[in-house]
């Protein structure tokens, strides 16, 4: 049977790789490939126009819409809503900015299956459904556009950085996440927005967003639990953080994680006074900062991503040790590499039949 030649937009679930796929001599994915959604998410991410796919015999046929069949039955039972229910029922700019976000390169491989995103966007359903916590978001939308982007932003880190380390309190977090921020409403919003570099009077000013943020949150019984996120987000583990100077044994891991998130967060969101940061440099700056940032997390949250500095040393899902010899800008989460014993360089394959599974050479 001969092969068909698809528009990557016309791929289907289950359809089979017909030819390898080479971007820049190296193989991004092989012949034989089963294409599920994420595969095809990032193929279009990466900017692969047509590929060839290969004629799916009866058997493999049958088999995948068994599987589809099961899904959606499961699916059923459990009364989950279909992406396009959930769209209708939550406001379209909530749902744009969580779908607009996760698929930016900033995100990796974070975010890597439907599943996850619909995790996500169910979580924030359930925030959205409580009324102070929707009332306070959209507030700090018509306040400052970009803080309620860097609120949503920090919340989805969150969600998913807490699902990936299977840590406790996931929802609460998620609530602290998306509230961090909540204390720049009760500053100067010219203030907020200043393009030019801050006065270290203006600067004062603008630490008291921690203060009055904790304030606010502690008003609401609903909201009372994740005030000490909103007051302790600037800390650092050195005790050069702000408003408290507490170090590392009064901050809990909530409070460890989120200070890693928000500033990643912020470092790779667009400002409209200086461009988008890589998430390379940003991971770089966490790294650097081993006095202020808990390294434990920062070396999760890169395998989270899937994204690891250039130099970096890295262990393989085969055990064995290679250094990062490249981050491609497009796509930094399938990085170019070196083994150590071998010198051989190659990169890391779209299916991911070989991945980073930690930074380092050993699991801390
Ligand atoms: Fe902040």
Redesign the pocket.
């Known amino acids: 049977m001969e092969m068909e030649k698809k528009f990557v937009s016309q791929v289907c679930e289950g359809d089979i790789l017909g030819k390898d796929i080479i971007v820049n001599n190296s193989l991004l994915l092989k012949a034989g490939t089963v294409l599920h959604s994420r595969i095809i998410v990032k193929l279009k991410k990466i900017g692969i126009k047509e590929l060839f796919i290969r004629p799916s015999t009866p058997e493999q046929m049958s088999k995948f819409s068994e599987i589809t069949q099961r899904k959606q039955h499961q699916s059923r039972k459990k009364g989950e809503e279909t992406p396009s229910n959930l769209k209708s029922c939550m406001s379209e700019l909530f749902y744009q900015t969580i779908k607009d976000l996760v698929f930016e390169n900033r995100y990796g491989l974070a975010v890597n299956s439907k599943g996850l995103l619909d995790m996500i966007v169910q979580e924030f359903e359930d925030l959205m459904n409580v009324p102070v916590v929707s009332r306070l978001l959209t507030k700090m939308k018509e306040w400052d556009y970009f803080t309620f982007y860097h609120m949503v932003d920090t919340f989805i880190f969150g969600t998913v950085f807490f699902h990936y380390l299977g840590l406790p309190h996931k929802k609460q977090f998620a609530k602290g996440c998306l509230l961090?921020?909540i204390g720049?409403m009760s500053i100067p919003r010219e203030l907020i927005q200043k393009n030019d570099r801050l006065t270290s009077m203006e600067f004062e000013m603008i630490k008291l967003?921690?203060i009055l943020g904790a304030a606010q949150l502690n008003e609401s019984e609903i909201t009372s639990d994740v005030a000490y996120l909103a007051r302790q987000?600037?800390e650092r583990l050195d005790g050069s953080g702000y408003p408290d100077g507490l170090v590392n044994s009064d901050l809990n891991e909530e409070v460890r994680a989120l200070m890693i998130i928000?500033v990643y967060s912020a470092m790779t969101l667009k400002r409209s006074y200086r461009a988008a940061l890589d998430s390379e440099e940003a991971l770089k700056y966490l790294l650097r900062g081993n006095d202020q940032f808990d390294q434990v997390f920062v070396r999760e949250f890169m395998s989270m991503l899937h994204i690891f500095p250039n130099a970096s040393i890295v262990t393989l899902s085969d055990l064995s040790k290679a250094r990062v010899i490249e981050v491609p800008k497009s796509f930094p989460y399938l990085p170019i590499l070196q083994r150590l014993e071998t010198e051989d360089r190659f990169q890391i394959p779209l299916d991911l039949s070989i991945s980073i599974s930690h930074f380092g050479d050993k699991k801390e």
């Open positions: 961090h921020d720049k967003h921690t987000h600037h928000d």
